[in-house]
């Protein structure tokens, strides 16, 4: 009966709230189309003002770092603490730096 | 030496310690085909209960009503489309869960499958339905799931005018002629137990709860929810001057709950086995917007290639 192709491709949503803040992931929408894609999430993900710019990227283009990787991929900041200013001592009469 | 990871230590911890699951994490097969289950047919659920409104958008008693409704039952296909969204972090497809819908093997809320008679049903949908749909989806915005938490926050907000809408519109009805005072509580008669259901069986009786309650999916017990729910709605009841169809409805001191009466679960499996007035209305309707619209999916496709031809040539 339906000849129908395959569906429509995924697409990541990505909206910014207002200027100054950035873009935000908020899910994912299906469309033939990147111009669809962001009409369609305009219709599903700001019908009450919660953006002022969508981006959408085709979910296959996504590139990310293993979960299972986690601990050994982020390790190397783990032991860094002179990277954060509280590792050095500054004596309280020089006042706020 | 090599050392064995046991990821299902690791999940369990991260269950332990209130860490949500995220799309990529590593998550028993049972977890993942829990979940896949339980969104997609709430998912299911949003898009099927736009059904009962619609059939009241054109009979709207005024403007106001009307671009309320209409709002309401764009929301609803939002909702819907934010947890197939969550499904498909979980590596299944939406078409496929929708086939699953529209061939039997998954379901929605048995709610939907009771007509919308008067106007009086339209409010008393926001008012029961939405809030029991409410005190449901507040527990599960604590779920252990991240997307689906996500998609509940995101619900939860939008859900409370929903509610408030449906109110208003019971008030009107209550608080005017007799007649409208009368089609008010005939709507109360109808939706009251059928919303206590919603919340499905007894926990003692619930195939899926004790282990949705230990992977932390589900945060309250179905009898918990179903108790906060009646408790909270009974003094809106009387506000409007309505009566509950419950007899055995009274305020017990000792528990701090209102005792109730004993819901029909007969009549919930009969309902959810096929039998209820709507099950077929529901799902031809479904089908038939899902075949009907197939050649406007093509199409747009067509187009959309097209469209990505002509740039590839013009760039050139």
New interface residues.
């Given amino acids: 009966m339906s000849t129908e192709k395959t569906e429509w491709p995924l697409w990541e949503v990505f909206i910014r709230s207002k200027n100054g803040l950035s873009h935000k992931h908020v899910g994912s929408i299906h469309a033939a189309d990147a111009e669809m894609a962001i009409e369609n999430a305009r219709d599903v993900y700001t019908r009450r003002m919660e953006g002022i710019s969508i981006w959408v990227v085709e979910s296959n283009n996504i590139h990310a770092s293993n979960p299972q990787d986690k601990e050994a991929f982020f390790d190397p900041a783990n032991d860094k603490i002179y990277r954060h200013p509280t590792f050095y001592d500054i004596p309280d009469e020089v006042g706020h730096m | 030496m090599t050392q064995v990871r046991d990821?299902e230590q690791e999940f369990l911890d991260k269950i332990e310690k209130e860490v949500k699951i995220?799309a990529?994490?590593?998550m028993p097969d049972a977890y993942r085909k829990t979940l896949i289950r339980q969104i997609s047919q709430h998912a299911h659920s949003e898009v099927v209960g736009m059904l009962p409104e619609a059939n009241w958008i054109t009979r709207a008693p005024s403007l106001r009503r009307k671009v309320a409704l209409l709002?309401k039952v764009?929301?609803e296909a939002?909702h819907g489309?934010?947890l197939y969204?969550?499904v498909?972090?979980l590596g299944a497809?939406?078409?496929d869960t929708i086939d699953d819908m529209h061939e039997g093997r998954a379901k929605y809320s048995n709610i939907f499958n009771y007509p919308t008679l008067t106007w009086a049903d339209i409010g008393t949908v926001g008012w029961l339905v939405d809030g029991a749909a409410i005190q449901n989806q507040v527990m599960l915005t604590r779920t252990s799931h991240g997307p689906y938490s996500?998609?509940m926050v995101r619900i939860c907000k939008?859900e409370s005018f929903h509610q408030r809408q449906g109110y208003e519109i019971v008030m009107t009805l209550a608080q005017g002629t007799p007649e409208q005072k009368e089609m008010a509580q005939d709507a109360l008669n109808r939706w009251w137990w059928p919303s206590l259901m919603m919340f499905g069986p007894s926990d003692a009786e619930s195939t899926h709860s004790q282990q949705s309650l230990a992977w932390k999916i589900k945060r309250q017990g179905n009898d918990e929810l179903r108790q906060e729910f009646i408790d909270k709605t009974v003094p809106q009841a009387e506000y409007l001057g309505l009566t509950i169809p419950d007899p055995d409805l009274k305020w017990n001191e000792e528990r701090g709950h209102y005792d109730f009466g004993k819901i029909n679960w007969d009549e919930f499996l009969n309902v959810i086995k096929g039998n209820g007035p709507m099950n077929r209305s529901r799902l031809r309707a479904r089908k038939a917007a899902?075949?009907n619209g197939?050649w406007v999916?093509?199409a747009?496709?067509a187009?959309?290639e097209k469209?990505?031809k002509r740039k590839a040539q013009s760039a050139a």
């Fill in positions: 990821f995220e990529r994490d590593w709002a764009q929301d939002g489309l934010y969204s969550a498909e972090t497809k939406r078409e996500r998609a939008e899902k075949d197939a999916r093509e747009a496709t187009y959309a469209k990505a």
